[in-house]
Every structure is written in C-alpha cells, then in structure tokens.
C-alpha cells in the first residue's frame, strides 16, 4: 500500500502557514515547505517566513537550506521531498507539504519532464530582449513556436516564459513535448487539501495588508542589505521573487515608494492569480473557502481524523 502524504495548498496569503501549525499540535506531521522563495537564508521579510520562535515550535524541511546566490530546480526539490518523506515515516511520524509553489507540487505529484539544463547565456539574452521589447512580445514568440505552452503559461509569468523559450533554444523541441514525455512516480496517496477563497476581495485585502506589514518591517533594507553583501544580479532566481523584484526596482530609481507599494501589490496579486489557476484545475483534492478560518479548520480536522481512521477512501 503507498504511503499517504498530506498536502496543503493554497494561494498566497490564504493562511496555510497558521493552519498548518495548528495542525501539528493534533496530528503526528512534520512539515515540509514547498515555497520557492523560503528556501533562501536571510530571504525572511518579504517570503512571509515564519519567525525563529515559530519555527522552533513548528520545524518546517526545506526552509533556509540555501543562500541567495544558489540555484534550485524543481528536480531537486522532488529528491529532497521524497528523501524526508522517507526519513519521516522512518520516524513514525506523517509528512505535511505545505506551500503554493504550485510546479514543485506537480512535479513531486505528476512527475518531471527531463528537461535540459538552464544556459545561462541563453538567459541574458533572452532578458535583453524582454528589456527591449517587453514580456509580452516574448510571450508572442512562445506563441508562434509554442502554442501549447503559451496558452498555458501567463505572459506576466516572466521565469516559465523565459523557460519555455529558453528550452527551444536548446532542443529545437517546443516545452509541451517534453509535456507529453512526461513521466510520473506515483509511489505515494496524496492527500490534497487545498484553500481555495470564493470572494477575490477577501484575499486581494489580505494580499494588500501583508505587503504593508512587509514594508512596516523594513521590507526595503532587507532586499538592500542581500544585494550589497551577495552581490545579486538582477537575473538570479532569489531576487526573481514577487516582492524582491518589485524593490530592487525601487532601489535603482525606477520609480517611488507609494509607486512600490503599488506594484508590490499586484505583482502579488497576479501571483495569486496563477496559483489560483493552478488549483482550479487539480486533478484530485478537497477544496475549502477559507475565509472563516474557525470553520475551515473543524472541517480540515474532521476530514484527517476520517482519513487517518480510514474512514473514507483515497482523495
């Protein structure tokens, strides 16, 4: 019988983290973070990273195991994932994935394209042209060559537009092939419970109140003081971040603090957008609204108590 592994998904501000906290003071997890941007050291502010004293509490795997400057791929993180859920059945204890980096969760869920490495001269370019002409016209060419991928990646999605071309470059062979090529490891249940707001208000409020709390807390000085001691280039994958990419651009001069606030707002919004995408399209899972918390987290609980009693049949 596969190992059952429990995931939590959900937008951008929508309370996974608190919930899944919760959640461990009643059941028998450990969370693993499936967060793109919680993986970097001294990235805390502006990922929403839970605090040093939450942490002890709640250990999260796969928060700061790398520093800025490093690479990490989808890839590595289905190696590290599978290695802990190993290690945590191994201790008796269940795995809650946590996050809403939705492609690290289809990858570890539906399996990974073999995809070439990234070039990074391809990359610069590529950039260079997007500086040039804008992400859209980029996202025009993915449709010439691509349509496939291009109607399934969103223009402001900047990194998976970049990916796309980047791969035909390299191949000759349009991203959807490799789609198509793709091969899956199922050797677990996923359990996927996922918070998905019905009103777009509620969460845009939350979206828009966070980014304040995260400029409250020195947001900017954050991004400055990563900047003068790695030395990041505008192109590395840390500072690619919604929210770091939105500063760095306030610390060139390209535009003022309330023009920040602004942009900071809904390139975040646009991320939920995504992500929301994503989640509506699951292909298994168990969704919430998850604008009363106190109601979504009795029902949340309920439904692990009738599943860990094996009480109702796989998600």
């Known amino acids: 019988m596969?190992?059952?592994?429990?995931?939590?998904?959900?937008?951008?501000?929508?309370?996974?983290?608190?919930?899944?906290?919760?959640?461990?003071?009643?059941?028998?997890?450990e969370i693993i973070s499936v967060d793109s941007a919680m993986i970097y050291k001294e990235m805390n502010i502006g990922t929403a990273k839970p605090c040093p004293e939450e942490l002890k509490v709640a250990h999260h795997?796969?928060?700061?195991?790398?520093?800025?400057?490093?690479?990490?791929?989808?890839?590595?993180?289905c190696e590290d994932t599978v290695e802990l859920i190993e290690a945590i059945y191994d201790r008796g204890n269940l795995p809650l994935l946590v996050g809403g980096t939705m492609m690290y969760f289809?990858?570890?869920?539906?399996?990974l394209a073999i995809l070439p490495q990234?070039?990074?001269?391809?990359?610069?370019?590529?950039?260079?042209?997007?500086?040039d002409h804008g992400w859209s016209y980029l996202h025009e060419q993915l449709k010439k060559i691509d349509p496939l991928s291009a109607e399934r990646?969103?223009?402001?999605?900047?990194?998976?537009?970049q990916r796309a071309l980047e791969v035909f470059q390299l191949t000759g062979k349009?991203?959807?092939?490799?789609?198509?090529?793709?091969?899956?490891?199922?050797?677990?249940?996923?359990?996927?419970?996922?918070?998905?707001?019905?009103?777009?208000?509620?969460?845009?409020?939350?979206?828009?109140?966070?980014?304040?709390?995260m400029l409250?807390?020195?947001?900017?000085?954050?991004?400055?003081?990563?900047?003068?001691?790695?030395?990041?280039?505008?192109?590395?994958?840390?500072?690619?971040?919604?929210g770091y990419r939105q500063v760095i651009n306030y610390l060139a001069g390209d535009y003022d603090y309330d023009t920040l606030r602004h942009k900071g707002i809904v390139a975040t919004?646009?991320?939920?957008?995504?992500?929301?995408?994503?989640?509506?399209?699951?292909?298994?899972?168990?969704?919430?609204?998850?604008?009363?918390?106190?109601?979504?987290?009795?029902?949340?609980?309920?439904?692990?108590?009738?599943?860990?009693?094996?009480k109702t049949p796989d998600s």
């Open 174 to 213: 349009p991203l959807s092939f490799f789609w198509s090529e793709q091969k899956g490891a199922a050797k677990y249940r996923f359990v996927n419970i996922i918070l998905f707001p019905e009103s777009r208000d509620w969460l845009h409020q939350r979206i828009a109140l966070r980014f304040e709390e």
């Open 61 to 77: 795997h796969l928060i700061d195991i790398l520093d800025p400057p490093e690479s990490y791929s989808a890839a590595q993180f």
């Open 106 to 111: 289809n990858a570890l869920q539906q399996g």
């Open 216 to 242: 409250a807390k020195d947001f900017v000085s954050e991004v400055a003081q990563l900047l003068q001691k790695w030395q990041l280039p505008p192109t590395c994958p840390s500072m690619r971040s919604v």
């Open 269 to 310: 919004r646009q991320l939920a957008k995504r992500q929301l995408t994503w989640l509506r399209n699951w292909p298994h899972g168990v969704f919430f609204d998850c604008e009363d918390y106190v109601d979504i987290k009795s029902k949340i609980i309920a439904l692990l108590h009738e599943i860990l009693d094996n």
């Open 153 to 161: 990646i969103h223009p402001n999605d900047t990194q998976r537009v």
């Open 118 to 131: 990234a070039d990074e001269a391809i990359r610069v370019e590529l950039l260079r042209q997007a500086e």
């Open 2 to 29: 596969p190992k059952t592994v429990f995931c939590l998904m959900g937008p951008t501000a929508s309370g996974k983290t608190a919930l899944a906290c919760e959640l461990l003071r009643l059941f028998p997890f």
